[in-house]
Structures are given as C-alpha cells and as structure tokens.
Nanobody, 118 residues
Framework: QVQLVESGGGLVQAGGSLRLSCAAS????????LGWFRQAPGKEREFVSSITWYGGSTIYARSVKERFTISRDNAKNTVVLEMNSLKPEDTGVYYC???????????WGQGIQVTVSS
C-alpha cells in the first residue's frame, strides 16, 4: 500500500515562492510515477506536474511551465515541487499522487493548502 504525505504549503504573496514536499512509502512498484495535482475552490482537480522515479522524466501543465520545477530524491523517497512566481490563480489544495504509469494515479495524499494573495 502506497502512502503519501504532503508538507510545505501555506500563504504567500503573488510573485513569491513555495516548496511542497511529498514523502512516499510502501508499494515501490506501484509508484513509478509521482505527480502533483491541485483543486481550486469550485473547480475540478487538475494536473500540475509529474516525474518518474527511475528515469526522472517530467511533465508540466502549460499553466505552470517555466515557473514550477518537480524533482525527486530517491534516497529519501521524496518528491518536491518548487513553485516560483506564484499567481493568485495558483491557489488551491495541492495533492500528491502516485501510480505505476503516467495517467494511472491510484494513490493520493490528503492534500495541502496553498494560498497566493494578490
């Protein structure tokens, strides 16, 4: 069973930065891909970024490309999302997710709030 625990959210002014971390444990073969999603109030959950554990291949949503960077520390079983040049529209609950392949995210963290004030 894969377990995911997010940390690092909070409140920041527009233009600022935040760093989200996701600690993963269990089910190694079931978490070949780690990703981040977000859900703004009144909106559907949307994909933000993903990375593979072993190859480090990354994917970014167009809305965050050039501003967000995803990375992983295999030794610490942690995935990090560095968020720069934050905008109010980046506000939402950010979820860490894991799965065997991109697009097959079967495991989810509890989510962490990110609020960007204008």
């Amino acid at each position: 069973q894969v377990q995911l625990v997010e940390s690092g959210g909070g409140l920041v002014q527009a233009g600022g930065s935040l760093r989200l971390s996701c600690a993963a444990s269990g089910g190694t073969l079931s978490r070949n891909v780690l990703g981040w999603f977000r859900q703004a109030p009144g909106k559907e959950r949307e994909f933000v970024s993903s990375i593979t554990w072993y190859g480090g291949s990354t994917i970014y949503a167009r809305s965050v490309k050039e501003r967000f960077t995803i990375s992983r520390d295999n030794a610490k079983n942690t995935v990090v999302l560095e968020m720069n040049s934050l905008k109010p529209e980046d506000t939402g609950v950010y979820y860490c997710a894991a799965g065997p392949e991109v697009g097959q995210f079967a495991y989810w963290g509890q989510g962490i709030q990110v609020t960007v004030s204008s």
